[in-house]
């Protein structure tokens, strides 16, 4: 068994509010939930309003498989329109 989580750093800046900011980041959290069938929270360490951090978590039978589910997950996060992907980390424990 292993655990692998991904950090992604994403730019919603041009969210007129922050009910609209945070709106769309549950959208984005629950679409990674059900399609990849991962954990997703928000991290709220980042001080600039137009920025927010999720960490996903994903279980699975080896390394590869782990890496490749989250790997998904950053090409499905890059892709969607609202939101720009700034960085990512992925660890494996």
Do not use: W
């Not at 928000?42 to 590869?64: F, L, M, T, Y």
Request: no cysteine; aromatic share 2%; hydrophobic share 40%.
């Amino acid at each position: 068994m292993t655990v692998s989580t991904l950090r992604l750093d994403l730019r919603v800046g041009d969210s007129p509010s922050p009910r609209e900011r945070r709106r769309r980041l549950q959208t984005i959290m629950s679409k990674l939930r059900q399609h990849f069938n991962v954990s997703v929270a928000e991290d709220g360490r980042i001080d600039d309003p137009a920025q927010v951090s999720i960490v996903v978590a994903v279980v699975g039978k080896n390394r590869r498989e782990t890496r490749e589910i989250l790997e998904h997950v950053v090409e499905a996060v890059d892709a969607y329109p609202r939101a720009e992907l700034v960085n990512h980390v992925i660890t494996e424990v």
